[in-house]
């Protein structure tokens, strides 16, 4: 199977576009945050040494404290591919990252988002 470049990225360097288009589209930083630790586990200070160490998408999911459960409930399309039906497990759970963001900045409901 072709490694995805995208493993590599730092998520520091995802991370400002998640930060712009949330508030782009009047949502917060602490909006963001919600959704990234319901996903992950990392709290803001986990989240904050994920950003200074600098790590890898695939390094951020690998030592993610808990991935939520529930992230399999995460259904739609994103760049052009349906989360659900993508394979590669790490791929998959980026693409539920890039989805809860999109959820965030198209203003939808927290607890929709979070699958409450």
Not at 27 to 50: F, I, N, P, S
Not at 73 to 99: F, N
Request: net charge negative; charged share 30%.
């Amino acid at each position: 199977m072709t490694r995805h470049k995208i493993f590599d990225m730092a998520f520091a360097d995802i991370y400002p576009h998640y930060v712009t288009k949330v508030e782009k589209k009047g949502r917060t930083t602490a909006d963001l945050h919600q959704v990234l630790t319901w996903l992950t586990g990392y709290d803001d200070a986990g989240l904050a040494q994920t950003i200074a160490d600098k790590v890898t998408l695939e390094e951020f999911f690998d030592q993610a404290p808990a991935m939520n459960p529930n992230a399999s409930l995460i259904t739609g399309v994103i760049c052009g591919y349906r989360v659900e039906d993508i394979e590669d497990p790490l791929m998959q759970k980026i693409r539920y990252m890039d989805k809860v963001v999109d959820e965030v900045a198209r203003g939808k409901k927290m607890t929709s988002i979070l699958r409450g």
